[in-house]
């Protein structure tokens, strides 16, 4: 693994993380960086290199926009696939929607602000390279929640070199995360500090987005390795042995019957920054087992 938690601090989640884009047609592939008074603002963030300037699409843009995503969509994409949960592939929350319906017209329909920060807040900064726009190319970057501490990682494509640790924020200071539905794949989450700027992240995965608002908001406890019984050790060593090698650290979570389950993020071959989620569900000596009523409840 190219970062590990350190000594004091257990790993809760691991999950790609860059900026959303618009999908609205009038904002569709668009970002924007706004303060509380919906001024633009990223000529103002220190350190960042210049980005795209974007504009709302014309009636004849999003004619243009329209008709190429009916052909790129066709059959929607489903990114969660979780395998080995009673013995079956698939999801047991169902078919992930290409996208919800608009919750903020003001700012998924109208505008598409990615960042919203008064002069001083924490939102300003966060890494310029969470901008797909910005980064280098084949650059990709993580967001890590452990039970300190909130990290954004970056890692280069094709190499086996240390995550750059490109910003880290204390645990107290991250106020919580809501999924927002009207996205692809469902899997953009706005991650709100203390100071109530925000920023708002496509996760690529709608597990990922569920389980980071979860677990900041305490309703779901992750339990380290350590706490695992002999087992149940061997039978995730089985699991993880049978993963791709670009797999991620995986989670685990008791859930309310007392059964864990694992996830792993893998890089889909699908689309580009999306990742399926690999899953078992395991008994007190690893045995698989299916999942009992209210485990599974979202």
């Not at 795209?52 to 329209?66: E, N, W």
């Not at 240390?162 to 692809?184: H, T």
């Not at 389950?261 to 087992?289: C, F, N, Q, R, Y």
Request: charged share 25%; net charge negative.
């Amino acid at each position: 693994m190219d970062w590990y938690p350190g000594a004091d601090e257990d790993l809760l989640l691991r999950t790609a993380a860059r900026f959303a884009t618009g999908l609205s047609p009038a904002v569709a592939g668009s970002r924007w960086f706004r303060d509380s008074e919906r001024d633009d603002i990223q000529g103002e963030l220190p350190g960042w290199p210049e980005g795209p300037s974007y504009s709302l699409h014309t009636t004849g843009d999003r004619i243009a926009q329209r008709t190429g995503r009916a052909f790129l969509i066709g059959i929607p994409l489903i990114a969660n696939i979780i395998a080995n949960i009673g013995g079956a592939s698939g999801s047991p929350f169902g078919d992930v929607s290409v996208r919800g319906k608009p919750e903020e017209p003001e700012n998924e329909v109208q505008d598409f602000p990615v960042m919203w920060a008064a002069p001083g807040t924490l939102a300003r900064t966060v890494p310029w390279q969470l901008d797909p726009a910005r980064r280098p190319k084949g650059y990709t970057t993580d967001l890590v929640l452990t039970s300190r501490r909130l990290l954004f990682l970056g890692t280069r494509a094709g190499t086996l070199d240390k995550a750059d640790v490109l910003a880290e924020f204390p645990r107290e200071s991250v106020a919580g995360a809501r999924r927002m539905p009207y996205s692809e794949v469902e899997a953009d989450v706005r991650l709100t500090f203390a100071d109530r700027s925000w920023i708002r992240l496509f996760t690529g995965n709608p597990d990922g987005a569920e389980r980071l608002c979860h677990l900041l908001a305490g309703q779901v406890r992750t339990v380290p390795q350590s706490e695992l019984t002999s087992g149940q050790r061997e039978r995730l060593t089985r699991f993880l042995a049978e993963l791709p090698a670009d797999a991620q650290s995986p989670v685990l979570t008791r859930l309310p019957s007392g059964i864990v389950m694992v996830e792993v993020p893998v890089p889909s071959k699908a689309a580009k920054d999306v990742h399926e989620t690999h899953s078992i569900l395991m008994g007190s000596s690893g045995e698989a087992v299916k999942a009992q009523p209210g485990d599974l409840q979202r």
